[in-house]
């Protein structure tokens, strides 16, 4: 089995052969090693990232563990305030009942008293005279006291009702200074009255802005001795409203700065002493000047130690409730924020006195102009003088409660455009909708989202009209009340046809635009409506149930703002869509504008 | 003498009322409830009605709403006398039909200054 000896060349052939063969043998493990590097870094990278995986884990429920706590915290603080809140409730109540005991015993001390002082007259008894006169006047005093105490927790409470009259300027002026005379003279004082010509007739609550009067006479009597008190009213517009003006003068006691600070603090006169000195509750002047600002005015005053004091008391003359004071100069308040000239008028109906103090705060930061009301019924009355841009209803009221007002404010065709924003602590937002609220947030408020919501509907009131063209008379109807709703007037089109006459007669804001419908549908109405220039710009957005094609879509695209699918939503959410989407359209057209 | 009919529910102001209008020289007819003082305002046909707004049985406005209803007591008077503290009883007691009210505590001077008035209203129609 002798093997042929290969020849010279079949050798070198060989050695040829295998020195390719090593290098490719080069090749391959430079390729394997630089793959064994490669999946070493690979295997490193996952390792990094399994770490980096686990401590983000871990850091999520370090997170998880803060924002349970952080939840807990809130739901105690929430507590704790409904708590004060409560608390703060059945202190007013407390004080209105205990007053109102209190003064029934009282009242019979005086009555006796005045029985027994007549019979001492009649009787020829005077040594008992002077002491039972005593008693009357004490018993007097602490009535006073009482009636003041229950007027300032009743204002606190938010329970202060205003009843509004109209009534002529000069007749109260005279009547308050008939009954002011009798103390004017106590002290050797004069008392002038300057009405100017044009005082007319003002509407306001009348006892208050009597006794209001009464008591800053009574002062200016009580501080001034052989003195004059001034009493100068005038009418004045500014910014387009009426206002009367009094101004109570006295060339009395005065008072510095320090005391002027303190002056309508309730319970505090300018100096402890005073009270020794001089009498009176020192409730008054916080009382007087809380029911002007109730009545959407305020008091100032100016004064100088030694030279007397002027106080002013501002009052609307078509008495409507809180609209800014115009600023006298150097005075020394400055109650009310300046708003903007035009700031949107948010009707806040809420009668939790802790919950309105907040929200218009809040909302005036804002540049919210917030009117308050207390009760339901108090709340359509300013509804109907105040027109406002929004309303704001709590739905817990006693008396009147917010479904009541809800349901008062849209059978009024007067109030029925104005949107209306639920606040409740109860999720009930089917009924809200039903009875035709514009939205509902539930309590406790997302102070966040409360601007946004009132910016969203003050701004659609009063523009033109939405042109719904739809051939389900059903959802149509429920578009149409959405829309009125939240304030926008609306036009319907049974289908495109009739949708183009419409468009002829108005011009719409915006068209909702349902796909199929009888006669002319929505893709024919949407090529009627491009072939003319002046409604091409007019946003369109379609509402179909259609399952649309790619050749649909294009069609689409092309001429339409947005395309809402019916099938996607239920019809609430759907109309909610259609409703909010209405709104960011126009407002984003507007702003562009 | 003109014969005026209090209704007052409470002891120690029915007391004094009834007695200081007596010594004005009025005939004083007490009905201490709503219902009482229907039932008086028919038998005793007084000149004048003094009416407490808050009362057991029938409250002010609901028997002087009934005094409205019935021919005989129809045209007399009635002054509603009111709490301070009670916020809108003025407003109800107008609405009732009540010809003037006063509120408590009583002045009165002021109170009688209304009797007068009303009583002279009637003499002279």
Request: hydrophobic share 40%.
């Amino acid at each position: 089995m002798d093997q042929p000896i290969p020849s010279a060349e079949y050798i070198a052939k060989l050695e040829k052969d295998l020195a390719a063969l090593k290098k490719m043998n080069k090749v391959l493990m430079e390729r394997v090693e630089r793959s064994v590097n490669d999946t070493g870094g690979a295997y490193s990278l996952f390792e990094r990232n399994i770490t980096l995986q686990r401590s983000v884990e871990a850091r999520t429920r370090e997170l998880e563990k803060i924002n349970l706590e952080l939840h807990r915290l809130i739901d105690e603080a929430s507590r704790a305030q409904e708590a004060a809140e409560q608390a703060n409730r059945s202190k007013g109540s407390f004080l209105a009942n205990m007053s109102h005991e209190l003064r029934t015993p009282l009242n019979a001390i005086i009555g006796y008293g005045e029985m027994l002082l007549e019979e001492a007259e009649d009787l020829g008894q005077a040594g008992f005279i002077p002491d039972l006169q005593k008693i009357h006047a004490a018993a007097k005093h602490l009535l006073a006291l009482i009636n003041d105490i229950l007027d300032l927790s009743k204002i606190e409470a938010g329970k202060m009702d205003l009843y509004y009259e109209t009534f002529d300027v000069p007749p109260m002026i005279q009547d308050v200074v008939a009954t002011i005379t009798p103390l004017v003279k106590k002290n050797a004082n004069a008392l002038e009255v300057h009405c100017a010509d044009d005082l007319g007739a003002m509407r306001a609550d009348l006892t208050k802005v009597r006794q209001t009067l009464f008591n800053l006479l009574s002062n200016a009597c009580k501080f001034t001795e052989h003195g004059t008190i001034t009493l100068e009213v005038t009418r004045e517009t500014v910014d387009g409203g009426g206002w009367v003006t009094f101004r109570v003068r006295d060339t009395g006691i005065g008072m510095t700065p320090e005391q002027m600070e303190k002056l309508f603090q309730e319970f505090s006169q300018a100096d402890a002493s005073t009270t020794r000195k001089y009498g009176g509750t020192g409730l008054g002047l916080a009382i007087s000047r809380k029911f002007c600002q109730l009545m959407g005015g305020d008091i100032t005053v100016e004064s100088t130690l030694g030279h007397g004091s002027t106080f002013i008391i501002r009052l609307p003359a078509e008495g409507r409730a809180l609209k800014a004071v115009p600023a006298p100069r150097r005075e020394v308040s400055a109650s009310s924020a300046t708003l903007p000239e035009g700031a949107p008028t948010v009707l806040l109906i809420d009668d939790d006195p802790a919950m309105r103090d907040l929200t218009q705060r809040f909302l005036g930061k804002e540049g919210f102009h917030v009117v308050i009301a207390a009760s339901g019924e108090e709340g359509l009355r300013l509804a109907k003088a105040l027109k406002p841009a929004v309303i704001a209803l709590d739905v817990m009221m006693p008396g009147m409660d917010g479904w009541a007002v809800l349901t008062a404010l849209k059978a009024d065709p007067d109030l029925a455009d104005i949107p209306v924003i639920m606040l409740s602590i109860v999720d009930d937002k089917g009924k809200g909708y039903a009875l035709g609220a514009a939205d509902y947030l539930t309590k406790p408020i997302d102070w966040e989202r409360l601007p946004d919501t009132l910016r969203k509907y003050q701004q659609t009131r009063q523009q033109s009209p939405v042109l719904v063209v739809e051939d389900d008379a059903d959802l149509r109807e429920m578009m149409r009340r959405t829309l009125e709703n939240v304030g926008w007037a609306v036009i319907e089109a049974a289908n495109g046809r009739v949708a183009l006459e419409r468009l002829i007669e108005q011009r719409p804001e915006l068209i909702l635009l349902d796909l199929m419908m009888p006669e002319m549908d929505g893709f024919q109405f949407l090529e009627e409506v491009r072939t003319h220039e002046e409604w091409r710009s007019i946003p369109i957005v379609v509402v179909t149930a259609k399952d649309l094609t790619e050749e649909d879509h294009r069609r689409l695209t092309a001429s339409v703002a947005r395309v809402l699918q019916k099938g996607l939503y239920s019809r609430e959410e759907m109309l909610r869509e259609v409703r909010d989407l209405v709104a960011a359209r126009v407002q984003g057209i507007r702003g562009q504008g | 003498m003109a014969k005026i009919l209090l209704v007052e529910d409470s002891e120690m102001n029915r007391d004094m009322l009834a007695r200081r209008l007596a010594k004005r020289g009025y005939e004083v007819v007490i009905a201490v409830d709503g219902g009482q003082a229907v039932t008086l305002a028919q038998t005793e046909a007084p000149d004048l009605i003094l009416m407490d707004m808050n009362l057991p049985v029938l409250d002010g406005s609901e028997a002087t709403r009934q005094l409205r209803a019935a021919p005989a007591t129809r045209s007399i008077p009635v002054i509603a006398l009111t709490a301070h503290a009670m916020v809108g009883d003025r407003e109800k007691a107008l609405e009732a039909g009540c010809d003037d009210y006063d509120t408590k505590p009583i002045e009165l001077e002021r109170l009688l200054g209304k009797i007068e008035a009303l009583l002279k209203k009637e003499a002279t129609p």
